[in-house]
Antibody, heavy 121, light 108 residues
Framework: EVHLVESGGVVVQPGGSLRLSCAAS????????IHWVRQGLGKGLEWVSL????????YYGDSVKGRFTISRDNSKNSLYLQMNRLRTEDTAIYYC??????????????WGQGTLVTVSS | SYVLTQPPSVSVAPGQTARIPCGGN??????VHWYQQRPGQAPVLVVY???DRPSGIPERFSGSKSVNRATLTISRVEAGDEADYYC???????????FGGGTKLTVL
């Protein structure tokens, strides 16, 4: 059974930094593209970033480009999101999501339960 | 950039059919995926690649596409189908994932 468990969400001040982690199990981790998707309170889904199976290609949403960095460690079945220069509008639940394929246009097949990031002074 | 448009809400009586549209320019050339999100829960994939259902998703859920529109159809609607529904595509022109704004399905 596929499991994705996010961690690292805390309260952080504007301008601060944070690193989220996602521990994956139940599938061959390095066969798949993995995404981060976030959702503000009472808002819709917003795609944040994706990383391909071997970490050589990364893509970002416009609102986080230049501030966030996605990475993965296939030896540890883990995904990361380094978040810098945080803004109040980054406050959201962050989901780690396994793609259905190794490609960018696959569906977002399995979702973790999310970790809450709150940016507030 | 590519935009997916969904109505904010759709209402339907139990046992009837709900149709949730997702509008997008030339959407027929893209693979469309649909997600259900019940209150307080993570999203769940209910339709992928326009028309396919993941294992465990009831046959009552189906997807279709026409010119500039994709549709999620839920037949014989039940109270447990009440949720937010999102369509999603990969925008190859901008190298990014796009979600529709979401539609809240209310079962009357």
């Amino acid at each position: 059974e596929v499991h994705l468990v996010e961690s690292g969400g805390v309260v952080v001040q504007p301008g601060g930094s944070l690193r989220l982690s996602c521990a994956a199990s139940g599938f061959i981790f390095d066969d798949y593209t993995i995404h981060w998707v976030r959702q503000g309170l009472g808002k819709g889904l917003e795609w944040v970033s994706l990383i391909n199976w071997d970490g050589t290609r990364t893509y970002y949403g416009d609102s986080v480009k230049g501030r966030f960095t996605i990475s993965r460690d296939n030896s540890k079945n883990s995904l990361y999101l380094q978040m810098n220069r945080l803004r109040t509008e980054d406050t959201a639940i962050y989901y780690c999501v396994k793609s259905s394929t190794a490609y960018n246009d696959g569906s977002l097949h399995y979702w973790g339960q999310g970790t809450l990031v709150t940016v507030s002074s | 950039s590519y935009v997916l448009t969904q109505p904010p809400s759709v209402s339907v009586a139990p046992g009837q059919t709900a149709r949730i549209p997702c509008g997008g320019n030339n959407i027929e050339s893209k693979s469309v995926h649909w997600y259900q999100q019940r209150p307080g829960q993570a999203p769940v994939l209910v339709v992928y690649d326009d028309t396919d259902r993941p294992s465990g998703i009831p046959e009552r859920f189906s997807g279709s596409k026409s010119v500039n529109r994709a549709t999620l159809t839920i037949s014989r609607v039940e109270a447990g189908d009440e949720a937010d529904y999102y369509c999603q595509v990969w925008d190859g022109g901008s190298d990014c994932v796009k979600f529709g704004g979401g539609t809240k399905l209310t079962v009357l």
